[in-house]
């Protein structure tokens, strides 16, 4: 008899492991899309532009305000906290000035008024017209701010008087002055203690100029 032991068969090696999914290399981004020319930026360097443009714009940008200068848009900046308090004040004087004049209207928030040309748009801070008046007639108001420039602001009133407004006071807030220009007449600089009247274009009007620039 054959007493050769038997083996146990070796057991079988573990299987090999299956090699692990390849990781691939990060693909490089993919380059951004060239951004398109800006459509507003088309219409700054345009000079044919008409006041149907301008108002085109305005409905697609609630939030800026142009003048349209001989076709061209000039962006007019964000009134500041203090451009708004005055801008408040003389709303509120000229409101209570409206209630003796039944049909006047007070317009504020940079109203809009062609220049007897369809290229040519300018925006006043506030402007009042009285029912039996024709609308280049009406006083307006201009408050400066510190983007504004001398010649600019010279060339802006000069317009306003060219065009027919009869009266137009400019508010400078860091002096707390008002200058009074009437059309035919010399120049007026008003103090904070003076009295501002509205002449024969606001018959009756009267403030101080300190009521401007009140806080409370």
Do not use: C
């Not at 090999?16 to 951004?32: L, R």
Request: proline letters at 12%; hydrophobic letters at 45%; charged letters at 20%.
């Amino acid at each position: 008899m054959d007493t050769t032991p038997v083996l146990p068969a070796p057991a079988p090696a573990d299987p090999a492991p299956m090699p692990a999914d390849p990781v691939p290399a990060p693909a490089d981004p993919a380059p951004a899309p060239a951004e398109p020319a800006s459509a507003l930026a088309a219409l700054l360097a345009r000079t044919d532009l008409t006041g149907a443009d301008l108002l085109s714009l305005e409905a697609s940008h609630p939030d800026q305000r142009f003048e349209l200068l001989d076709g061209q848009l000039k962006a007019l900046p964000v009134p500041g906290l203090e451009h708004s308090l005055i801008e408040a004040n003389i709303l509120f004087l000229l409101k209570l000035y409206q209630r003796t004049q039944p049909g006047g209207l007070v317009f504020t928030g940079e109203v809009g008024f062609y220049l007897k040309q369809p290229d040519r748009v300018r925006l006043a801070d506030i402007a009042f017209i009285a029912r039996d008046r024709l609308p280049e007639k009406l006083p307006v108001v201009e408050i400066v701010s510190p983007a504004n420039t001398a010649e600019a602001l010279e060339e802006k009133i000069d317009e306003w008087l060219t065009f027919g407004v009869r009266l137009v006071w400019v508010v400078y807030p860091r002096r707390q002055r008002v200058h009074v220009y009437a059309a035919g007449q010399q120049p007026v600089i008003l103090n904070a203690t003076d009295a501002l009247d509205g002449g024969a274009v606001l018959p009756g009007f009267r403030v101080t100029i300190a009521d401007l620039f009140a806080r409370a």
